[in-house]
């Protein structure tokens, strides 16, 4: 415990040190979101001195061990360094797919190889990572995948389409489901790491009903994966054909970032923002109320599943429910953020709302719900996996 | 602090999972008294058996012959008496009049706590006035009398109020009804002249009196506290009482859950089981998901009230709220996925559903509370 005050401590006068002005103001645009890359350009000085003090401090991912870029924090130092970014508002230095999705499956599945090399790169921001899972042909139902792998010996050459890759359009290297074994639904896919530049693989951003951008569909023409990209680092993460495992492995890890961030503003009050903005019809402010009080409720819960993540307490399949239900309410609060808002918030273009964000964001929480496994399917898992229902 | 039970509470909840599971069982208790139209609407036995078990101090210091547990610890037990929808005064008596006690002088905590631990005596409290808790309203009045006080006015939904042997009730000492200050705690004993019971049976079958004091003299030993400085300690009980009160709400949710998720294992229909029905597969797993929030608020709000956190006030609201929300969806469910025989009087589902609405109201049902929300919030 005295070693825990000490860190927190000595965490707290680095920050202080390190941790500029600017980079304490909330996250207003997409361009105040570091997100590396080889073609990443940084806003501003602020931002490019944070995310480098970070770099150098293994903060970027406090948590993975020394040797793959990080700070090797025990969980509860972890925790303190949240607590104490969260304490002086610190933006995130870096955000990346790397971090949230490849690394954690690497971490579980990877070689030393693999490791050495691309979470270094992960953590140093120098590779900016994209995720291939759905295809047009699979949303909810994503094990019929077709994009295919044709075993050449020494490379497979891919075809195929995948579809909702976020910012394909600006990442370096995808990591993709391909079908390897067209006779075995489950066992016949390989989770492949390749580089976006090579030839045959293109991007088309998909418009969606905000206005923004932030997916599109990714197309593999003849691509050429070399089954190696030197001793002890394999192009695909676990064995070839058992990809399905760990795309399970991340769809989880993915359920649980959604829940997490996905789920409640901690610090305000809904009903004490909109409020301050005017005063509320007594019926949308008992709404308030009504979700102010599911909301606070939630927030015991993700913290709950995340003090028993860390002695492995807790039923495995529990973040299905906390992306269900996370996400069912972060967009009824949009909803009341629209209605408590009043024709204001229907504007798509002004400089009083930054050109629609109000109706832009309430349109981009419906996604919530869809992507990442639709609450549908959520509830679901919960059927079969915790509920133990019969033929579910 | 992490929010998960230490050693020591998980072996709590599992001695209370089996102590209550054996003893405080739906048939050997609550139907059982029910049954014979028992006055008491309780068990006197049982309530012994708490005794022996510890549970009836379990929020008293030791040097009053308690456990000096918290209530995280306190709700354990609640919330296996939720489960079990086990009637016993353990609520009123070892949680609201126990937290009442503990700031009574040595006379007074001499005299009425040695019985309370030892499982002989029970205690009420009597706080509402009128059919809704609205507890920042006290008309009651306790108005200097020679050396003590008389007592004159009413107060409802006493639960277990007529088998109380004694009743701690919160009396305007001075200012007007409305007023913050001004409110005073009175042990009063149960053979206190000039109180009248009228002893009415709920619909979950307990008991709960309508009380009318018509000018009971008081001694100034009956004084819990300080004169005018009730409020304080009323503000201690009702949150101690609130989320006890979740927590045996969660009980109540976790019984009804179970009793209607195994129901959908076996009832059949079609030449299927119920349970493969998608559209029940996912009410339930909605409704699973609501109750382990509930939970997780319920634990939150209960570490929250033993660190005497300045966020306890809120987050009990928030937690009394999310439970009433949360029971009250799994008590209906319940019922309407047991089709007709969950109306039937021999099926115990409809027993939860009678039990989560009596605590529901107790102490403040969800509008109340989501009302407390918004005013803690600054809007």
Known sequence: MADLE??????????????????????????????????ATFKNDAQKAWFEACRDKGYTVPMWPKEYGGAGLSAPEAKVLREEMARINARPPLSSFGIWMLGPALLHFGTEGQKQRFLNEIARGEIRWCQGYSEPGSGSDLVSMQTYGEDKGDHWIVNGQKIWTSYADEADWIFCLVRTDKDNKYQGITFMLFDMAGDGVSTKPIKLISGNSPFCETFMDDVKVPKSYGEDVPAYVGEI?????????????????????????RASSLGAVTSRQGELDPVLRSEMALFDVDALAFTAMSEKFLDEVKIGKGHPAQPNM??????????????????????????????????????????????????????????????????????? | MPLYYDDDQAMLADSASDFMREEGAIAKQLRHWRDRDCKDGFGHGLWEQFGEMGFTGILLPEEDGGLGMGQ???????????ANLTPSPFLSSSVLAATALKHGSDDTRGRWLPDLVAGKNVYAVAIDEGPKHRPERIACKAEKSGNGFKLTGKKDFVVYGASAEMIVVAARTSGSDSDTDGITLFAVPQDADGMSHDSVRLVDSSMASHITFDGVDLDGDAVIGEVDGGREILNAMLRAGRVGAAAEGVGVARGAMDMTVDYLKQRKQFGTLIGTFQALQHRAAHLYSEVEIARAVVLKAAQLVDGESEKAELMTSVAKAKVAKAAGLAVREGVQMHGGIGMTDEYDIGLYMKRERALQEFLGDMYYHAGRVAELSGY
């Open chain 1, 6 to 39: 000490q860190f927190r401590a000595e965490t707290r006068s680095w920050l202080e040190a390190n941790c500029p002005p600017e980079m304490r103001e909330p996250v207003e645009t997409d361009k105040d979101v570091y997100w590396g890359g080889r073609n």
């Open chain 1, 241 to 265: 054909n058992r990809g399905w495992d760990v795309a399970k492995y991340l769809l989880g890890h993915e359920r649980e970032m959604i829940s997490a961030t996905g789920g409640v503003d």
């Open chain 2, 72 to 82: 995280v610890e306190a709700n354990i037990v609640l919330e296996e008496i939720g």
């Open chain 1, 322 to 392: 906390l992306k269900y239900a996370g996400t069912e309410m972060n967009k009824r609060r949009h909803e009341l953020l629209m209605a408590a808002g009043g024709s204001r918030t229907l504007e798509w273009e002004s400089e009083e709302t930054e050109n629609g964000k109000p109706a832009r964001s309430w349109l981009r929480t419906k996604a919530n719900s869809i992507e990442g496994g639709t609450s549908e399917i959520m509830l679901n898992v919960i059927s079969k996996r915790i509920l133990e229902l019969p033929g579910a």
